[in-house]
């Protein structure tokens, strides 16, 4: 009366062949990390009125990202420039060097892969301290250098307009 299905029929195969090779692309999800722009933005008395080095290091290994993470920023920019020898192809820095009262707007990055895993932000002060910042995966992001800290805040757009502050 009823028939066994065969497992043979063009249309069962046609399935199992599409499932078997959407699957194979789909490994682990693991977030990527991407910022489109940057602004930096600068107290009059940041670094106690000294210009200020601020490193976007972008690190394509997990593994590379948990050593940046373990650093100060005094270390990083001591083992920077070995740091770019070592994983040429690991890693991606931006670099900019500002003045107080400085305004950067939207700086552009262009990366060397897609989807790293994570990206750490240095700012060279005197004061002691570690002056790191892990990212968060905000596509725009604004950079605020004070006195003897820095912070990083997500924002709307590229060309948002800047928020009052205190002095003004």
Not at 45 to 52: I, K, L, P, R, V
Request: glycine residues 4%.
């Amino acid at each position: 009366m009823f028939s066994t299905p065969s497992y043979k029929t063009p249309l069962f195969v046609l399935i199992c062949t599409a499932f078997v090779v959407i699957s194979a692309g789909c490994g682990p999800l693991t977030p990527c990390f991407y910022i489109d722009s940057v602004r930096l933005k600068v107290d009059h008395d940041a670094n106690d009125f000294s210009a200020t080095e601020v490193d976007l290091v972008v690190a394509y290994d997990e593994t590379l990202l948990k050593e940046l993470l373990g650093l100060t920023a005094a270390k990083n920019f001591a083992k920077a420039e070995q740091l770019k020898r070592d994983f040429p192809d690991q890693l991606d820095v931006f670099h900019w060097e500002v003045v107080p009262g400085q305004i950067l707007f939207s700086q552009d990055l262009d990366y060397k892969k897609s989807c790293p895993p994570g990206g750490v932000i240095f700012a060279r002060y005197i004061a002691e301290g570690e002056h790191r910042i892990r990212i968060a995966n905000d596509r725009h992001i604004e950079i605020h250098l004070s006195k003897n800290s820095f912070c990083v805040r997500p924002l709307a757009g590229a060309n948002e307009p800047l928020p009052p502050t205190e002095t003004e």
